[in-house]
Every structure is written in C-alpha cells, then in structure tokens.
Nanobody, 125 residues
C-alpha cells in the first residue's frame, strides 16, 4: 500500500501564489511510480494539472496551467510539490495528489492507483 498526504491548500487572491506538498509513504512505494496532481470542482470530472515521472523528472502540464504551475519532487524525502503562481479564480478546486505504477504520466484519473485526501484551493477575484 501507498499513502499520500497533501498539505498547503488555502485561500488566496487572484495573482498570488500557493504551494502544495504531497508526502508519499508505504511499504510498496518505489521509484517505478509516476506522480500527478489533479483538481476537481463540483459537477466536473477530475482534471490532470501536472505530472512527473519519478525516475527522470520528466514533467507534464495541463494546458490551463502551463507557464504558471511547476511540479517537482524530492526523491530523498518522497515528496512531490506543486508551485502555483499567478493564480486565477478558475483555479479554485480540490487538489489531489495521485500515484500510478509505471513510468508514464497519463491524463485519466482511473489510471492512478493511489490518492490523497485532497486539499482545497480557493482563489478570490
């Protein structure tokens, strides 16, 4: 099993920045996972925000966040981060960390094996 715990959500104003963290742990955790951040608003499907391949830092970003968000990871600490800059009201959502076995970051939430509990990000205009 793998456990993912997010932290760092909150309320900010448009244009401000926020950083999210995800701590991964568990006896089956290994370097063969890909990690991602998804977000979801009520009534909509989960949207892939950013992903990173654990082995070589290859990253993927959703079109709506390119140039504003940065995903990174700390191998030694088993942590994944999401730095969100120039936040917009439309970024408001519950953000969740996810992990999948394999070296490919995929956009479909059903491809991911483990999920964190989610953290709320609210951007006011």
């Amino acid at each position: 099993q793998v456990q993912l715990v997010e932290s760092g959500g909150g309320l900010v104003q448009a244009g401000e920045s926020l950083s999210l963290s995800c701590a991964a742990s568990g006896r089956t955790w290994s370097t063969s996972y890909s990690m991602a951040w998804f977000r979801q608003v009520p009534g909509k499907e989960r949207e892939l925000v950013a992903g990173i391949r654990w082995t070589d830092d290859r990253t993927y970003y959703g079109d709506s966040v390119k140039g504003r968000f940065t995903i990174s990871r700390d191998k030694a600490k088993n942590m994944v981060y999401l730095q969100m800059n120039s936040l917009k009201p439309e970024d408001t959502a519950v953000y969740s960390c996810a992990a999948r076995r394999g070296l490919v970051v995929t956009v479909g939430p059903r491809d991911y094996d483990y999920w964190g509990q989610g953290t709320q990000v609210t951007v006011s205009s």
